[in-house]
């Protein structure tokens, strides 16, 4: 999201430099969607990774529909979802064309609608599943009870939510118990949270925690604040926004770091300001 117009701004080049460098450390899985740079960073990426030379095999991407915007590419009166098989099956024809891929490896739901029906999903997925377009199909923001209405009919293998130190709602509120119970793999949007964004009580708190955990883990804050997500038995997957070069290094080297369990939980307490109940 923050490679194109809605971000950074990558030209061309910048892009095929960054694919370049994620795919060195270790990062080779892509996070799209299609309303990303008021539906514009796909195509761009697109001509990014057909300049890298990398062949299509050594990536994964991904790419999530529904949400039809309102921006200067299209004529919509109000922001709004749309889940029809027609359109399901349109955008992702859209979007294989932008990335110039013949496959995409995991398509999402971007946001839930009062509107969605799970037949109508069933009829979009097995249709492009049949064609060999798509590989894994799940959902993205999704509550427990719209992702059982969804997986009435289509198994889900994804839902991607907003998952951090700093907003761990998901996992009160059954979201990833829900998950963890029918094998449905949790990925994690602004794994950082506000840490780095906002400086308030909190975010010092959870500094001087990291602080102190530094030295004893050998990793940056960023390291340990990835780590305390990856933790979590439901097994997250971070998606990192970044678009810092050694910001997306640390995270590779995260995987490596398993914190111990008094440990995660004084990262916790950090955030919430109070002892665990």
Not at 142 to 164: G, R
Request: charged share 20%; hydrophobic share 35%; aromatic share 10%.
């Amino acid at each position: 999201m923050s490679w194109g117009s809605w971000g950074k701004g990558f030209d061309t080049n910048e892009m095929t430099n960054i694919i370049h460098h994620c795919v060195d450390n270790g990062v080779t899985t892509f996070d799209h969607a299609d309303i990303y740079g008021d539906y514009s960073t796909e195509a761009q990426f697109g001509s990014a990774f057909l300049k890298s030379g990398i062949e299509r095999d050594k990536m994964q991407f991904i790419s999530k529909c529904g949400i039809q915007y309102v921006g200067e590419s299209r004529s919509n009166s109000v922001k709004h979802y749309d889940y029809s098989s027609k359109y399901i099956i349109q955008s992702l024809d859209s979007t294989l064309k932008n990335l110039r891929t013949d496959y995409l490896d995991l398509f999402l739901l971007h946001r839930p609608s009062p509107l969605m029906h799970p037949h109508e999903v069933l009829e979009a997925v097995a249709k492009l599943t049949q064609e060999g377009k798509l590989r894994n199909f799940g959902v993205s923001n999704f509550t427990p009870s719209q992702m059982q209405l969804i997986n009435s009919e289509v198994p889900i293998k994804v839902n991607q939510i907003e998952f951090s130190l700093t907003h761990f709602e998901a996992m009160q509120d059954g979201t990833l118990d829900y998950m963890l119970l029918n094998n449905i793999l949790p990925m994690a949007w602004s794994p950082l949270g506000v840490v780095f964004k906002l400086e308030d009580e909190r975010t010092r708190r959870i500094h001087k925690q990291l602080q102190q955990l530094r030295n004893k883990y050998n990793a940056t804050e960023d390291q340990l604040l990835l780590a305390w997500i990856m933790k979590h038995p439901s097994n997250i997957h971070p998606v990192i926004g970044t678009t810092d070069l050694q910001r997306i290094e640390n995270a590779s080297k995260a995987i490596a770091f398993d914190l111990e369990l008094e440990d995660w939980f004084h990262i916790l307490v950090a955030s919430q300001g109070f002892k665990v109940p």
